[in-house]
């Protein structure tokens, strides 16, 4: 199981790649894993602005339907467009080509409440 020391996570196992001012979000290794074959990325909240912890979207495994909670406040600037076609990235490359939306942060101190690779490691004992 992939836990890169490069991004930050969150206890619901959400990934994120912070660059500026703007967050890369996903679902992590762990999360694919643990849902099962994904089928189906829902996300209708692109430029809306969300507080940190509200649901931006869903992703639909065969077995179920899970919310996705926004990591860090801000607006959804890009839904990652190629998930609609092939939600299967999310499952093969959940931390490159399944990532899901950007956001543009709009309070940098979240950044710190999140969890890094040693400690989301042991979150979900690995």
Known sequence: MSVPSNLKYTKDHEWVLVEGD???????DFAQ???GDIVYV???TVDETLDKDEVFGTVEAVKTVS???L???????EFNDSLE???EK???DPYGEGWMVKVKISNPDEIAEL???EAYKELIGA
Do not use: K, M
Not at 22 to 28: E, H, K
Not at 71 to 77: A, N, Q, T, V
């Open 33 to 35: 894993g643990e849902l």
């Open 71 to 77: 990591p860090l406040s801000g607006e959804i600037i």
């Open 85 to 87: 076609s092939e939600p």
């Open 90 to 92: 999310v499952n093969v």
């Open 42 to 44: 829902e996300v209708e």
């Open 22 to 28: 703007i967050a890369t979000i996903g679902i992590t």
């Open 67 to 69: 919310d996705l909670f």
């Open 115 to 117: 969890l890094d690779d």
